[in-house]
């Protein structure tokens, strides 16, 4: 019989204190106690008496569905075996919850990721050259345009169209910035998520034409992001990048960020 007592968690409350203990890690999911997220979101909790000591969050919003878990590895081995997950999941965890997920799911896809931070006092522009485009802010009509990017992209690096977290509401909602050359997009950048009380934002989908690399323009789009949530108020920008990406995290080394956080993310089917 399990020590822990499994509850869902209504009350934002108990959520925001127990993800505030790593805010870095926990940062996407603080993001998901807002709206419009929270509608999406399912919090289960690992309790032993009064106190959470672990944490999972079903997010239905991606396909697959994204599995969060935080916590005591003997906490979330429980949430584990009590079945909080669906079928099929897009999951995220500490490097040292790996084997817990894999005695109840069949990995089909694993990535060593960072979690990098930048906040508006480390910030640090890079200027735009003589010949190249300004990035522009793109609207809910560019939608078809970015994700036809993200696709081309992906196919090029042989990379997982389900390791892509894109929605066209994602434009609409948030900010998103592109540079054209001769009418085509080549490049554009995002925010996963504007979390408005927390005053965080993530940075991601930052995607590049593969005969316009090299050129700084991932490092120009996201920029533009960057700076145009710190003009909104956000005191924080985060983003994900796989450890082995080096070119990109040395790009959001020179815009400021800094890593501070190692996780894991992946593709997995229940047993």
């Known amino acids: 019989?399990?020590?822990?007592?499994?509850?869902?968690?209504?009350?934002?409350?108990?959520v925001r204190a127990f993800l505030m203990t790593?805010?870095?890690?926990?940062?996407?999911?603080?993001?998901?106690?807002?709206?419009?997220?929270?509608?999406?979101?399912?919090?289960?909790?690992?309790?032993?008496g009064e106190e959470i000591e672990g944490l999972a969050l079903v997010y239905t919003a991606l396909d697959p569905t994204a599995l969060f878990l935080m916590g005591s590895l003997p906490a979330l081995e429980a949430l584990l075996a009590h079945g909080v997950g669906p079928e099929h999941v897009q999951f995220i965890c500490p490097p040292q919850g790996?084997?817990?997920?894999?005695?109840?799911?069949?990995?089909?896809?694993?990535?060593?990721?960072?979690?990098m931070r930048i906040t508006a006092e480390g910030f640090t522009p890079i200027p735009l050259a003589g010949d190249t485009p300004a990035p522009v802010r793109l609207g809910a009509d560019?939608?078809?345009e970015v994700r036809a990017l993200l696709e081309l992209a992906a196919a090029h690096d042989n990379r997982a169209l389900e390791d892509i977290a894109f929605d066209p509401e994602m434009i609409e909602?948030?900010?998103?910035?592109?540079?054209?050359q001769d009418g085509a997009l080549v490049a554009s950048a995002g925010t996963h998520l504007l979390a408005a009380a927390a005053r965080m934002a993530a940075l991601g989908n930052v995607v590049v034409h593969p005969a316009y690399r090299g050129r700084g323009l991932a490092k120009?789009?996201?920029?533009?992001?960057?700076?145009?949530?710190?003009n909104a108020g956000m005191q924080t920008v985060v983003l994900n990048v796989a450890q082995d990406n080096v070119p990109a995290i040395r790009v959001y080394e020179r815009l400021g960020f800094r890593a501070v956080a190692e996780f894991i993310e992946g593709l997995a089917v229940r047993r």
């Open 1 to 14: 019989m399990s020590a822990y007592t499994i509850t869902t968690l209504t009350a934002d409350g108990p």
């Open 22 to 48: 790593d805010p870095d890690y926990a940062a996407y999911a603080l993001g998901d106690l807002e709206p419009p997220y929270a509608e999406h979101a399912t919090w289960h909790a690992a309790c032993r």
């Open 98 to 115: 790996v084997p817990l997920v894999e005695a109840c799911y069949r990995v089909s896809h694993r990535l060593d990721m960072l979690r």
């Open 142 to 144: 560019s939608a078809g």
């Open 173 to 180: 909602s948030g900010v998103y910035y592109g540079i054209r």
């Open 220 to 230: 120009l789009v996201s920029q533009a992001v960057v700076q145009a949530l710190f």
